[in-house]
């Protein structure tokens, strides 16, 4: 028999939450960001239940090769870009739409010949100072790239650093108009966050990621409680050994948590190298058969060990959920102290994977 734990990818809940996207933003096309391998759900796996998707967004060639001869015909936005002059034959050949963020790439723009013009997405800093022109240089820049005739349609495209906080991106927006108010052609800036809660963003095409997997973008499940999004990834294994405890019997590696009094445990087949997170503290909530509990002591490379106080009727074989539906993976990443998208994105490939509709 194989070790008990797997990931199902529902795909229902993945159209559902394009739906979502499709709601919120009625009057704009939708980039789908399936990088990171569609944030650790595999591409190959689920891009077909999002093709009523504009196009699809990611950076890595790789991954846009896979899409383009796995069948899509649809636009495929490179985010950062190409990384080097030599990538544009590819670029080319696979009709891919691609990010300019950088001089050197004019550069190596112009000094190809192309069988078709190029579209391209200029990329405005306007305020992130990640990936970008600086507002002061954005018209010139744009003036050179509509002189080429390697260039195709140009869209100008920002990225926002807070808009899932009280922070907003207001800043961002006035950076944004500041330079670019005069300049003609379509825009595209709003992630996740700014899909949800920022509709004065949404321009012509948006670009969520995290929410077509049923996550939220700030962390917070509450946050994305009204909004219709179901998670799209269950990670499931089961109870494989039993222990009762007595009064300070320590449990795992450096005997972290420590009972106090009479205690059941239970060991879960799932650890870090299956991409739980090891930082994850006792008291981390895991369901065992239905019932909300939590781990106990350090997370180990293939194993955790959760409390089976609130599940006595739980044994060997009792089917326990890391996260899914019956526990938000925002709930374990909060307690871990990091977001559902590192967690998505660092499912371990020894991790089964099955796809339901
Ligand atoms: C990752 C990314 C997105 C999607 O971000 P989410 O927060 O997952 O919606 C959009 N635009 C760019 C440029 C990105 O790098």
């Known amino acids: 028999m194989p070790r008990p734990i797997s990931a199902t990818l529902s795909m229902s809940a993945l159209q559902n939450n394009l739906q979502v996207v499709r709601h919120r933003s009625a009057h704009s096309k939708v980039w789908s960001v399936v990088k990171a391998n569609a944030y650790g759900h595999g591409i190959a796996r689920i891009w077909q239940s999002l093709r009523s998707t504009d196009g699809f967004a990611l950076l890595d060639f790789n991954e846009a090769i896979l899409l383009r001869e796995s069948g899509w015909q649809g636009p495929i936005l490179l985010l950062e870009g190409f990384f080097s002059a030599h990538d544009l034959r590819e670029v080319s050949h696979y009709r891919l739409t691609t990010a300019v963020h950088s001089r050197w790439q004019l550069a190596a723009l112009a000094a190809m010949s192309v069988a078709e013009p190029l579209d391209i997405y200029l990329k405005v800093n306007s305020g992130m100072n990640r990936l ?6 954005v018209s010139e820049i744009w003036q050179q790239l509509r002189s080429m005739s390697q260039v195709g349609h140009i869209t100008l495209m920002s ?10 991106v207001k800043w961002q927006v006035d950076n944004f108009e500041r330079s670019t108010g005069h300049l ?11 899909t949800l809660w920022h509709p004065n963003t ?15 973008p700030s962390g917070r499940v509450e946050d994305i409680a009204d909004t219709g999004l179901m998670p799209v990834m269950q990670l499931r294994s089961e109870i ?24 059941r445990i239970g060991v879960v087949a ?8 090891r930082h994850a503290p006792s008291g981390t909530p895991v369901m065992v058969a239905g019932v909300k509990t939590q781990t106990l002591g350090t997370v180990s490379m293939d194993m955790i060990m959760v409390d089976l106080t609130p599940c006595p009727e739980a044994q060997i074989g009792s089917q326990v959920e890391l ?20 967690l998505m994105s660092a499912l371990a490939p020894r991790v089964p994977v099955s796809v339901k509709l």
């Open 159 to 168: 990225h926002f650093a807070s808009a899932d906080s009280r922070e907003g």
């Open 184 to 194: 003609p052609g379509p825009r595209s800036l709003a992630n996740s966050a700014a």
């Open 132 to 137: 970008g022109f600086h507002p002061a240089e």
């Open 270 to 277: 799932c650890g870090y190298a299956d991409g739980y997170p």
């Open 240 to 263: 494989i050994a039993v222990q009762n405890l007595s009064a300070g019997d320590r449990v795992g590696y450096s005997g972290r948590y420590r009972a106090e009094g009479q205690q």
């Open 323 to 342: 996260w899914g539906n019956q526990l938000p993976i925002d709930e374990v990443a909060a307690s871990a102290g990091t977001l559902g998208y590192e």
């Open 202 to 216: 949404h321009h012509d095409w948006v670009r969520p990621g995290i929410i077509l997997y049923g996550a939220s």
